[in-house]
C-alpha cells in the first residue's frame, strides 16, 4: 500500500512539473499578449511571438495583457478561436 500512495504522489509532481514547464506567453504584433497553458502551434500568418513563461518586456516596449481562456489569439482587439 504504502508503494502505491508513493507512485501517485510521484506521478502527481511529475504532472504538476510538466504543467508549469508547458506555460507560455504568446504576443501579437498589436502588443496584445496572453499566457497559454498548453504548446499551441500557431500558423505563421497569425504573426504571433510566443515566449517563455519567465519572459517580460522592457521599459521602453508597449505591451498589454489580454487573458482568454481556450484555444485561440487576439488580433486587433478581438479573441479569435481555432
Known sequence: MKKIVIA??????????TTAASAKIVCNQEGEC???????????????VVHEDDWRWG?????????HEGRGYW???V????
Open 8 to 17: 501517485g504522489a510521484a506521478l502527481t509532481l511529475a504532472a504538476l512539473m
Open 34 to 48: 496572453w499566457h497559454v497553458k498548453n504548446n499551441y502551434v500557431y500558423k505563421p500568418e497569425f504573426g504571433l
Open 59 to 67: 521599459a521602453d516596449e508597449k505591451y498589454r495583457w489580454r487573458e
Open 75 to 77: 488580433r486587433n482587439g
Open 79 to 82: 479573441w479569435i478561436r481555432f
